[in-house]
């Protein structure tokens, strides 16, 4: 143990750099992203599935859909209230939630995920029409 | 000061216990988060969509009379699946075209055709083969035959673009996003998705418009040129045309059974 002074003094800076992000951003946590509901959403008051689910679900739900979709070809949603929903991200999500940088955007940047949907599902199916 | 062994492996020993001891509280915390989707939600059919055993086409080849008949299929198709027109041949893409007897028929050209056959195009696209080997090329499954109709479809998530299944078609009917197609899609249609670069497309027998009810899009825009039905069916109207008429399929000595059928 001849290098102890070498070994201790190397341990302390490995572990403050390690925790280096905590310390550093303590107290200063973003705040959460505040989402603006579309015209649409508000006026259908509810989404396919409660709010508390539809929020940290909706990704298992959305790959739940495209399964049942494009292999078994079952492309009818039924809720537990018994309301039918067409199982499409453009046509029955994204019309409803037609403001996609107001509403998808700013949790999914909060998150840091960038989910790659938009490659090819169109967003915003009505805004584009003219 | 060296530790003896027996210092050791009572230090080992004692790691692994409380190691094991995790076990139970790591299984208790992945039960707690679930993930799943409401079990009480159900997913049926739309009842106005159309179901077959087996779908197919048939080509009244004695029909066609212009180019411009063709084209309109092709429109029809591309439209409504936002197919990019890339005029670089090899950044191309098409599910439906038309092309000359020599290449639809490889095996069966000879010098005295028939003008008719030997002016006009035929309209090709994917047959839908009933032992395709796209299928069996594809290493994720992405292209797969549906069981309850034998349509080959796709799903495009899953393709890596590994273009297996371009080399195993012998139809030529599969394209490859070497491009964003975005921005070649003249007129983009929001009830369907567009590709993203990097997966292989090709005609999915319209199985999105089927399973509303509606016919495919070529067969709407062909003048009575396509018939499509169900094969399955002896009553139907493709089985009706194809038990009154001699009919051809493409390269049917490689064995991957065609649905689409030909009555010259």
């Known amino acids: ?130 | 000061m060296k530790p003896s062994r027996r210092d050791f492996l009572k230090i080992a020993g004692a790691s692994a216990a409380v190691g094991l001891g995790a076990v139970p509280v790591m299984e208790a915390l992945a039960a707690s988060g679930g993930h799943g989707t409401s079990p009480k939600a159900q997913v049926e059919k739309w009842p106005e969509g159309l179901t077959a055993t087996h779908w197919a086409m048939v080509v009244d080849v004695r029909k066609i009379e212009s180019a411009e008949q063709i084209e309109a299929m092709v429109e029809a198709c591309h439209t409504v699946h936002n197919v990019p027109l890339l005029n670089e041949k090899r950044h191309e893409i098409k599910w439906i075209w038309g092309t000359h007897y020599h290449n639809a028929f490889p095996s069966q050209p000879h010098e005295h055709i028939s003008e008719h056959l030997h002016h006009i195009l035929f309209p090709v696209m994917c047959n839908h083969c009933q032992n395709p080997p796209c299928v069996r090329a594809c290493p994720t499954k992405a292209t797969f035959q549906r069981e309850s109709d034998g349509l080959v479809l796709m799903d495009f998530h899953r393709c890596i673009g590994c273009r297996f299944c371009m080399a195993a078609c012998p139809y030529g009917s599969r394209s490859f996003n070497f491009r964003d197609p975005r921005p070649f899609i003249a007129e983009t249609n929001k009830k369907f998705p567009t590709r993203m670069k990097g997966v292989v497309e090709k005609c999915n027998f319209c199985a999105e418009r089927l399973a509303v009810g509606q016919l495919p899009a070529c067969v709407e825009a062909s003048d009575g040129i396509l018939t499509f039905g169900d094969l399955g069916d002896p009553d139907s109207e493709v089985s009706q045309l194809l038990k009154e008429n001699y009919s051809l399929r493409r390269k049917p000595n490689l064995g991957t059974g065609p649905s689409v059928y030909y009555i010259v």
């Open chain 1, 1 to 130: 143990m001849n290098d102890k002074g070498k070994i201790v003094a190397g341990l302390v800076i490995f572990l403050v750099m390690v925790t280096f992000p905590f310390w550093y951003n303590l107290g200063k946590a973003a705040p959460a992203p505040e989402i603006v509901l579309s015209a649409q959403a508000k006026a259908a008051g509810a989404c396919v599935l409660p709010k508390a689910e539809i929020k940290t679900e909706h990704m298992q739900l959305l790959d739940v859909w495209r399964d049942t979709v494009v292999r078994e070809g079952q492309r009818v949603y039924v809720n537990a209230e018994g309301k039918k929903f067409d199982m499409s991200l453009s046509n029955t999500c994204l019309d409803c939630h037609s403001n996609r940088k107001e509403f998808c955007d700013r949790c999914h940047t909060y998150a840091s995920v960038d989910p790659y949907c938009y490659d090819c599902h169109i967003e915003d199916p009505k805004e584009n029409d003219q």
